[in-house]
C-alpha cells in the first residue's frame, strides 16, 4: 500500500471506530425509528441494517477465499448483478426481528473486522475484482460504514476529522478508477474539481458527498462532474 497517499491513516481504526458509532445508534432505536425513511432510496433504517448483516456473506467469502460457492449461491437465487445483491440481502431478512438482524451483523462484522486486522493492510485478499490489498479493501468498507451512518442519521456526520478522511479516501477512489476528473484542494479548505466541459468549487464535506453519490438533488453541481465524481458507491 506505500504510496497510495494513505499510509498515514489506520484503516482498521477508522472501520472500528464506523461500527461503532453504528452500532450505538442502532442499539438505541425503538419501535417506529426502524421503519422511517433512510437516505437510501426505498430502504428504511432497518432495511440499511439487513443489508449491513447482509453484506457479510461477501466479505466472508473473500476471507474464505470461497468465492466460488457465493457466486453459486447466487445464481441459485437468481441474482446477477451488484443491485440485485444488495437487494437480496434485504428482501431475505424482511421477516426476520430486528434484534436477530442487529446480532447478526455485530457478529459477523465483528469476525471481519478481527481477521481483516489480523491480516495485516499489506496482505492481499481475493474479491470478485481479483487479489486487492486488505487495507485498501478496509478504506472502502469504512467509507461505506459512514455513508450509510449519514443514511440513517447517526449524529457527527460532519466532524472535521471524519470528513478529512474520507475526502482522503475519495481521492484515492478517484485516481485508482481513473475518473476523468482533476481535483485539486485550497490547503485544507475547498476543493476545485474539473472535468470536460465543467468545474466546480466544493466544500470539502461537499466533496465528500460528490464521492458517495449522496449530493442533494437540488444542488447545482453540473451532472457531469456529478457523474465523474461518484467512485466510492
Known amino acids: 500500500m506505500s504510496g497510495m497517499g494513505l499510509d498515514d491513516l489506520d484503516p482498521f481504526a ?16 425503538r419501535d417506529a425509528a426502524w421503519t422511517r ?16 448483516a447482509g453484506q457479510e456473506a ?73 487479489p486487492y490489498p486488505v487495507g485498501l479493501q478496509v478504506f472502502h468498507f469504512a467509507s461505506e460504514y459512514a455513508t450509510h451512518a449519514d443514511d440513517v442519521g447517526v449524529p457527527d456526520d460532519a466532524s472535521p476529522a471524519r470528513v478529512h478522511w474520507r475526502a482522503r ?14 481535483v485539486d484542494q485550497d490547503g485544507d479548505g ?16 461537499e466533496f465528500v458527498a460528490a464521492t458517495v453519490g449522496r449530493l442533494p438533488e437540488p444542488h447545482p453541481l453540473d451532472p457531469r462532474l456529478r457523474a465523474a465524481l461518484r467512485c466510492l458507491a
Not at 477508522?14 to 438505541?28: T, V
Not at 433512510?38 to 449491513?52: E, K, N, P, Y
Not at 474539473?194 to 464535506?205: I, N, Y
Open 58 to 130: 461477501y466479505n466472508h467469502a473473500c476471507l474464505e477465499d470461497d468465492l466460488e460457492s457465493l457466486s453459486e449461491r447466487m445464481v441459485s437465487e437468481d441474482v446477477a448483478t451488484v443491485a440485485e445483491f444488495n437487494a437480496w440481502t434485504v428482501r431475505v431478512r424482511r421477516d426476520r426481528p430486528v434484534a436477530q438482524i442487529l446480532e447478526e451483523w455485530r457478529d459477523k462484522n465483528g469476525e471481519t473486522r478481527r481477521r481483516m486486522r489480523s491480516l495485516g493492510r499489506d496482505a492481499t485478499l481475493p474479491t470478485m475484482c481479483g
Open 14 to 29: 477508522i472501520l472500528d471506530a464506523e461500527a461503532e458509532r453504528l452500532d450505538r445508534h442502532f442499539a438505541g432505536l
Open 169 to 182: 479516501v475519495g481521492r484515492f477512489a478517484l485516481t485508482e478508477r481513473a475518473a476523468p476528473v482533476e
Open 190 to 205: 475547498d476543493y476545485a474539481v474539473r472535468t470536460s466541459g465543467a468545474e466546480a468549487v466544493l466544500t470539502p464535506p
Open 37 to 52: 425513511a433512510s437516505r437510501c432510496a426505498g430502504w428504511t433504517v432497518r432495511d440499511v441494517l439487513a443489508h449491513l
